[in-house]
């Protein structure tokens, strides 16, 4: 999930999504929409596909997008608890929970503060991960390296 937070960080991406709320878009509707050059469009574009919350389908030479809210929805069900003040003793797991997050991205003030906290709660992961994975790495090096010490002193 930390990796759909990273796409939802950036602004422009919420844009393009916020813009396929009303429907489909060819990549000129959206370059149009957003005043945005078409490399950029089409390389925001390709992240959100990646992380799916977008389809694409050809039409003649044109590539159509849709939104796709299936990974809306999971992201939604972990942060609603968040957004509604309730605390973690009070709130079981609801897959159910309803649509707050993705009204949050449709353009309110809520988006862009939920934005800026999932992009810090995935940066600190990243962060949390290297530091765990330097330890390891150091660790692997002085086994390693003491191994053939090990060896010599058996002979």
């Known amino acids: 999930m930390a990796d759909i937070f990273d796409v939802l960080a950036d602004g422009t991406r919420r844009d393009i999504l916020r813009r396929l709320l009303d429907g489909e878009a060819a990549v000129s509707d959206l370059v149009d929409a957003l005043g945005l050059t078409q490399p950029t469009v ?3 574009l390709a992240r959100l596909l990646d992380a799916g919350l977008v389809t694409v389908r050809e039409d003649g030479r044109n590539r159509i997008y849709a939104l796709r809210t299936g990974p809306l929805e ?4 972990w942060l609603s608890p968040f957004l509604s003040g309730a605390s973690s003793s009070a709130v079981e797991r609801d ?3 309803g649509p707050t997050i993705f009204a949050a ?3 309110t003030e809520a988006g862009d503060r939920v934005g800026r906290v999932a992009a810090d709660a995935a940066h ?9 994975q330097e330890k390891l790495q150091g660790a692997q090096k002085r086994v390693t390296e003491k191994l053939p010490r ?3 002193d058996e002979a």
């Not at 999971?74 to 069900?77: E, H, K």
């Not at 992961?125 to 765990?132: E, G, H, K, M, W």
């Open 74 to 77: 999971t992201v939604d069900a």
């Open 150 to 152: 090990w060896g010599r």
């Open 95 to 97: 897959d159910d929970a």
């Open 124 to 132: 600190n992961a990243r962060v949390a991960l290297d530091a765990a």
């Open 42 to 44: 089409s390389k925001h």
């Open 105 to 107: 991205w449709a353009g």
